[in-house]
């Protein structure tokens, strides 16, 4: 029988026994995120409900020479809350007060673990709201939001996470305490610290109170969508819409395979012999929108629409955008697993890449349904495959792969939204140059000199490398990643 | 006593290649090279008596690649926006920013240059997708992409906003672009009492008479809010509506004045109001909770009777922004610090000194209160300049640099 970690009582003495974590069959949780193809087991996880505890347990991890993996909800999809290394994970979820509203000044601080849509729910009937919208809202931390700069439905009008945060506090691996911005004022003096931070991963430190922007509900929508009969002419109507300088509050896309899927798990009513169904919203000023709709309709007829609806009835409304959101559940009726990428290509290179991206599915005889939001150019192909299959499992890595290669080819990024993790840290040497990669390492160890916290993720590291198939990481002096 | 004398060189440069010269021949003599811009040259610490003095200019009109069907343009940061906005006219779009036209992207950027229009479109750090700059060791770093969204790697293109020159020299930057509106509906309102602007500020931007940017100033013994509503003429007409609807239910606020005009030429309306700064011996940049806008203005203006008519200002209400300051005496700066002392101590407020008169540096400190993330600030420079060589000491406060 081995003994417990002696890290375990030091932690339980700063949050009690209630506060950790540490029986293997608990674990289990915490041993992937979303991304279910790389695990890695925490020797504990402690849930501190303070920035003093934070800091303390920082601070006891590591002493005992571990490492320091920040968690907020879990919803991440690329292995960046997983300890791949002997390490704790410090989840930010029971640090859920909403200390604030300042509807004058329009701003919320929140601790790290508040829900993304609990606030807004708090703040129902005032006419503000937090506005990034991402799929896991429901769930996901506005920390963990920060953490990853989630986007969502609404950020090619509203912006993603980072427009939305004025301030924060934040604990680095030392233990101490950093307020950066924390005035509910809406700006400051120096280099823009919450901007680096937001999309960082957690690996310069964990991220405990925001200083979040509230911005305008939205209150007057037009929804239309358009059924076509190649991905390209609806790719197409989107980078049309998107020269024609509209900016709609989303547009969404969906290509045949996935209609079908979404259509057999919940019955919409959506056409099952379409090749692709583009979803999009405008909001504003309620007079305008009316005449913003006609030009819109008018793109989609000059690509070939099939079948144009507008939809004003906010039920149908609802559901239109249920549909969307549940498209990744209605994954697990036809998959075992699936692999969500998440690149971001220039608008008008889409029609182009929906076709390779089929291409390259062809190539390793696997199903690629793609649901994403078109109107950033954040594409979304969802690689099926069944994880106890190791041959399938290393396709649909070699095929992600060649995915994210092609977006970098074509002027994109391997992650518009989820964040690098450890999934696709092997891509960051072909996206970035030698010296951009360099100087991102130098941040990261100004904060961390130790390589604590959250090594080998987001930022390749010189000391780990995490070879996503092995249970745990792979410690090389020198680093492969 | 000895006075040291300055040695100034001035050094141009137009290319990547040029700057990484520069560095590595800054770091081979041990010189710093200072970049203040031409609007700020005041703002901050002054530079070490020994430097190269840096301008940046651009090949052309700057735009290094416009990808138009994108949305995106990639454009030189020497260039200035003036150019830009220019060239970006021939497909009919636009950098929506406030800022001068013969300001360089670079320094639009490391200064956080904003106005009113960052309340629809957002300020530098909202419209920044890449940018690519010269590190202290020489190195080209080219974080971000040109993409809308984009989380891989660290966001050092949003850290480099408002750095004032002190982590890199920037040399290139992509930009979301806008459509040019059709019309830009100008109307001025008179508001009885600049207070009550705090009251009703939130509920205004949440209804449709929420404008695409606001000023708020005091003119001729009246106080006036300057509103700007972008779109078709159909568009602009409705809120101009619905703005009529709101102030009838408001009561203290009249229409004084409508007029449509174009973006080109409401921008350089707005720009032509804001050129007193340019000239100005003394300018402060403050920025204080947006409910209390009106409230320090009136209190500006109460104050301004002390500094015979000389002190003008005018606020963007919408994010707390007021600017202030004239051709003032050294002694009247003095009191007008003073006085904004006062104000942030007794509310969250933030005062950086863009201007301020000869004889009052050594008494005035550029910036109040210090950030509290001086310690990161340090860290950060020390990692990105270790030699020390752009800008030193003009914010962050070294605790060592080779000169």
Known sequence: MSHPHPVIADLQSIVGPKGIVSDRQELLVYECDGFPIAKGMPVAVVF??????????MKTIARHGLAIVPRGSGTGLAGGCVAFEPGVIVSTSRMTVIEKIDIANRYAVVQAGVRNLALTDQLAGTGLHFSPDPSSQRAASIGGNAATNAGGINTLKHGVTSNHILGMEVVLTDGSIINTRTTGLYDGIGPDIPGLFCGSEGVLGVITRLWCRLVDKPK????????????????????????????????????????????????????????ALLLLEIDGVNQILDEQLEDIIKLFNANNARDVKQCSDPVRRAELWSARKRAFGAIGRISRSYCTQDACIPRSKLPEAMDVIAGIGRKYGLKIPNVFHAGDGNIHPILLFDEDKPEEVQKTLQA????????????????????????????????????????????????????????????????????????????????AG | MTTTQANITPITAQTPQALQDLVQQAIASRTPIVDYGIAHRGLGNPPPANHYLLTQSAQGPGILDHYDRDMTVRVAAGATFGQIQQALKATNQCIPLDADDDLTIGEIITTNTYGPLRLTYGGPRDLLLGLHYIDGLGRNIQP????????????????????????????????????????????????????????????????????????????????????????????????????????????????????????????????ARRSWQRSAS?????????????????QIQAFASKLEGKLKSWASPAHGLI?????????????????????????????????????????????????????????????????????????????????
């Open chain 2, 323 to 403: 600017y202030l300051g004239g051709d003032l005496s050294s002694s009247q700066a003095l009191e007008l610090e003073g006085f904004i002392r006062q104000i942030i101590t007794q509310q969250s407020a933030i005062r950086s000194w863009i201007a301020r008169p000869a004889g009052s540096e050594s008494q005035i400190a550029p910036f109040d209160p210090i950030p509290s993330e001086m310690p990161l600030f340090q860290r950060l420079k020390n990692t990105m300049d270790p030699h020390g060589l752009f800008n030193p000491g003009r914010c962050i406060v070294q605790e060592q640099h080779q000169q």
């Open chain 1, 220 to 275: 007057h929508f037009r929804t239309i969508y358009g059924v076509f009969e190649s991905t390209f002419d609806a790719c197409k109507t989107v980078a049309d819409v998107v020269a024609s300088g509209i900016v709609p509050t989303s547009m969404e896309m969906m290509d045949g395979a996935m209609i079908r899927v979404v259509e057999d798990a919940f019955h919409y009513g959506f056409p099952t012999d379409a090749q």
């Open chain 1, 48 to 57: 501190p409900t303070t920035t003093e505890q934070v800091s303390q347990c």
């Open chain 2, 282 to 298: 003394a300018l402060i940049k403050l920025v204080v909770q947006p409910a209390s806008t009106g409230q320090m203005m009136k």
């Open chain 2, 144 to 271: 971000g992409g040109r993409t809308v969204k984009n989380v891989a790697g660290l966001d050092i293109t949003r850290l480099m906003v408002g750095s004032l020159g002190e982590l890199g020299i920037i040399h290139q930057a992509t930009f979301r672009t806008y459509a040019i509106p059709e019309q830009v509906l100008a109307v001025e309102l008179s508001i009885d009492n600049p207070e009550r602007l705090g009251s009703f500020l939130t509920d205004w931007i949440i209804t449709d008479a929420r404008p695409a940017g606001m000023t708020l100033d005091h003119d001729n013994g009246q106080w006036i809010i300057r509103l700007a509503y972008h779109g078709k003429a159909t568009a602009c007409n409705s809120q101009l509506g619905s703005l009529q609807s709101m102030i009838e239910k408001l009561g203290g606020l009249q229409v004084l004045g409508t007029s449509p005009q174009t973006y080109e030429s409401y921008g350089q309306q707005m720009q």
């Open chain 1, 400 to 479: 992600s792969e060649e995915i994210l290669e092609y977006c970098i080819s074509i002027g994109g990024t391997i992650t518009g939204e989820h964040g690098v993790g450890v999934e696709k840290l092997p891509l960051m040497r072909k996206l970035f140059p030698p010296d951009t990669i360099k100087a991102f390492q130098e941040i990261k160890n100004s904060f961390d000199p130790d390589q604590l916290i959250n090594d080998a993720k987001n930022v390749p590291s010189e000391k780990l490398y995490v070879e996503l198939l092995k249970p745990m990481a792979t410690n090389m002096a020198g680093g």
